[in-house]
């Protein structure tokens, strides 16, 4: 018998699974001016009937925003935000699509182990500057993340751990609102945007510098953009 996906695998999105989630979020104003929250979730995805593909998840997000008004007219925010991601996933290493029923051999299992963190900061102000007649918003983001993969493998395979993936976000946003008549306003908005990434899979790879694979050739994405 054939199998073009081994039968062992199940789909995550549609595989059994135990999650466990808990939410939370704390407001606190010790200033008529100022204001201060921090919210977020943490889940746990126990997929325990998954012999092969994703099998556990780890999920945490924070956020601690600050709000400060300086006054009538003028408004300062900030914020700082950490995300969590790890995953588990088991493989099995196979050269052929024949007798994948039979009992399976211990050393051709394989598990990585993938982290993601995520850390984003950013700031801005409402400013009116004529007041309910032309106001201002401005706002900046940058975002850092890193993946890193850890390997567990027997004698089949490399046991080295895979190349951490890197990606940098800047962005700014400027906004003016101009209030022509009661029922007419104009807006006039720019936005910057800087994105680079490090990807080992991609980066310095030509179209043909893996034995009997041909890929795309691309490399990872890096851009500037304004608009």
């Known amino acids: 018998v054939r199998y073009e996906n081994d039968p062992l695998i199940r789909q995550y999105n549609l595989a059994d699974r135990?999650?466990?989630?808990?939410?939370?979020s704390i407001n606190w104003l010790p200033l008529d001016a100022l204001s201060i929250g921090f919210n977020g979730h943490y889940?746990?995805?126990?997929?325990?009937?998954?012999?092969?593909g994703l099998t556990f998840s780890d999920n945490f997000t924070g956020t601690l925003d600050v709000n400060y008004t300086v006054n009538s007219n003028l408004s300062l925010y900030s914020?700082?935000?950490?995300?969590?991601?790890?995953?588990?996933?088991?493989?099995?290493?196979?050269?052929?699509?024949?007798?994948?029923?039979?009992?399976?051999?211990?050393?051709?299992?394989?598990?990585?182990?993938?982290t993601d963190r995520v850390h984003t900061v950013g700031?801005?102000?409402?400013?009116?500057v004529i007041k309910d007649k032309l106001d201002f918003q401005?706002?900046?983001?940058?975002?850092?993340?890193?993946?890193?993969?850890?390997?567990?493998?027997?004698?089949?395979?490399?046991?080295?751990?895979?190349?951490d993936l890197k990606t940098i976000l800047h962005g700014v946003n400027l906004?003016?609102?101009?209030?022509?008549?009661?029922?007419?306003?104009?807006?006039l908005s720019y936005r910057y945007e800087y994105f680079m990434t490090d990807d080992f899979a991609l980066d310095n790879i030509s179209s043909d510098s893996i034995d009997e694979v041909l890929t795309l050739g691309n490399n990872s994405?890096?851009?500037?953009?304004?608009t």
């Open 138 to 163: 401005m706002d900046y983001t940058y975002s850092n993340s890193l993946t890193e993969t850890d390997t567990e493998q027997n004698n089949v395979l490399n046991n080295d751990s895979l190349a």
């Open 18 to 24: 135990i999650q466990n989630k808990v939410s939370y």
């Open 79 to 114: 914020f700082y935000s950490y995300e969590y991601f790890q995953n588990e996933q088991t493989g099995y290493t196979r050269f052929s699509n024949v007798n994948l029923l039979s009992p399976r051999e211990s050393d051709k299992f394989w598990y990585v182990d993938t």
């Open 221 to 226: 994405p890096d851009y500037s953009a304004h």
């Open 175 to 187: 906004r003016a609102n101009y209030r022509v008549l009661d029922n007419m306003r104009l807006q």
């Open 43 to 52: 889940s746990q995805d126990d997929y325990d009937n998954s012999e092969l």
């Open 123 to 128: 700031f801005g102000l409402d400013w009116a």
